[in-house]
Every structure is written in structure tokens, then in C-alpha cells.
């Protein structure tokens, strides 16, 4: 049979709290900073077509015309006419 250990004193057993843990590195995590750059280039991506997709968002919405004047994009007639008279200032030479 094995003998009983006794316990000895420690050459921490002065110290009041010798036995706790290391405490761990700090990790950098990438997926919050992927998820803001996943939604911003969703965003960005939503903004473009709504801008480029003008056309056919009016023809299937009609009402969209009066939000894209509230938010201050120029309305169908006078993006047509600035076209048209920019061409004949600069294109005169």
C-alpha cells in the first residue's frame, strides 16, 4: 500500500492568490470588421442600383418619381433637356 502524502508547505503559500490562472491573450477578431465591410458594400451595391435602375424602379413603381424629387434626384424631363443642351454648348465647335 502506498503511504499517505502529508501536505508541505508550498514555497507559494505566502502568496494569497498563487495558484490562478495566466490569463489569455487577447484574439483580434476579423469577423466583426468582415461584417461591416459586408454591409457596406451591400449598401453601396443597393444605392447604385436604385440610382442606375431609375428607369425601370418608375416604370413598375409610378410613385417612386415623387421619392426620387424628394431626395433630390433631377426629374425624367430635365435629365433629358441638361443632356441634350450640354451637347449643343460643348459639341458647337
Known amino acids: 500500500m502506498p503511504r499517505p502524502v502529508e501536505p508541505t508547505d508550498s514555497p507559494t503559500s505566502n502568496v494569497v492568490s ?6 489569455a491573450k487577447l484574439r483580434r477578431r ?24 431609375r428607369d425601370a424602379i418608375v416604370a413598375q413603381w ?8 424628394a431626395a433630390g ?9 441638361e443632356q441634350g443642351s450640354d451637347t449643343a454648348i460643348t459639341g458647337g465647335g
Not at 434626384?73 to 433637356?81: E, G, I, K, L, M
Open 18 to 23: 498563487g495558484n490562478l490562472p495566466v490569463p
Open 30 to 53: 476579423r469577423l466583426p470588421v468582415l461584417t461591416w465591410i459586408g454591409l457596406s458594400v451591400a449598401v453601396l451595391v443597393a444605392a447604385a442600383v436604385v440610382v442606375q435602375g
Open 62 to 69: 409610378p410613385y417612386a418619381e415623387r421619392l426620387y424629387r
Open 73 to 81: 434626384f433631377p426629374d425624367q424631363a430635365s435629365r433629358v433637356d
